[in-house]
């Protein structure tokens, strides 16, 4: 059974740092993994797909990896804003179901 | 709109009253899925449609859950004789297709049985 875990569960810096979100996930049977943004009162927003057969995927100040083997998949967030706080959640495809992880929550202190 | 659309935005029930939720999937999109995630907790997969295959329901929590999908469309998940550990948020998700597509998410429904 897949099982995926964020670490940490919650996350405080101070504006302009870089900073690493980590996802697990126990098996390597995977299609993709997303990684996602919820605010509060708000959907989903989709900020990287990241392919099985792939090792990263960048978007702007995002670089997201995946490796396959160790079941490990990290969001680089560089010079980090405000705006970004927010719950970050990563979900593994397997099997056509999203398997989610519980979430790392954000704050970037001004 | 271009995005998944979901209604209502907010619902406040009273207990043992059935409520329908809507979802709007992206136009063309063939994958329709519903997670639901409660105070607290992760995101809980509900249901999954692929086209004109059968649905997946191995999600749904119980049989007072059950959810349709009009013309390979509209959706709507009804839950009959709402119960308090029903309220959560209700997301509703679409994709291209299954597998190796990005899925897009609705604003979700948040549902509350008092």
């Known amino acids: 059974k897949q099982e995926v875990t964020q670490i940490p569960a919650a996350l405080s810096v101070p504006e302009g740092e870089n900073l690493v979100l980590n996802c697990s996930f126990t098996?390597?049977?995977?299609?993709?993994l997303q990684w996602f943004r919820q605010d509060p009162g708000k959907g989903l927003t989709s900020l990287l797909l990241?392919?099985?057969s792939q090792r990263e995927q960048t978007s702007g100040r995002l670089n997201a990896s995946l490796d396959k083997s160790s079941g490990r998949s990290t969001l680089y967030i560089a010079a980090s804003q405000p705006g970004d706080s927010a719950t970050y959640l990563c979900?593994?495809?397997?099997?056509?179901?999203?398997?989610w992880g519980a979430g790392t929550k954000l704050i970037i202190k001004p | 709109g271009a995005g998944v659309s979901q209604s209502p935005s907010n619902k406040v029930t009273e207990k043992g009253k059935d409520v329908e939720l809507r979802c709007d999937p992206i136009?063309?999109?063939?994958?329709l899925y519903w997670y639901r995630q409660s105070l607290g907790q992760g995101l809980e997969f509900l249901i999954y449609?692929?086209?004109?295959?059968?649905?997946?329901k191995s999600g749904l929590p119980s049989d007072r859950f059950s959810a349709e999908r009009t013309g390979g469309s509209v959706s709507t998940l009804t839950i009959q004789r709402t119960q308090q550990e029903d309220s959560a948020v209700y997301l509703c998700?679409?994709?291209?297709?299954?597998?190796?597509?990005?899925?897009?998410f609705g604003q979700g429904t948040r549902l509350t049985v008092v």
């Open positions: 998700a679409s994709s291209p297709g299954h597998q190796n597509t990005e899925a897009f």
């Open positions: 136009s063309g999109h063939t994958a």
């Open positions: 449609f692929q086209g004109n295959s059968a649905p997946d």
């Open positions: 098996d390597s049977a995977i299609y993709n």
């Open positions: 990241i392919q099985s």
């Open positions: 979900a593994v495809d397997s099997n056509y179901q999203l398997i």
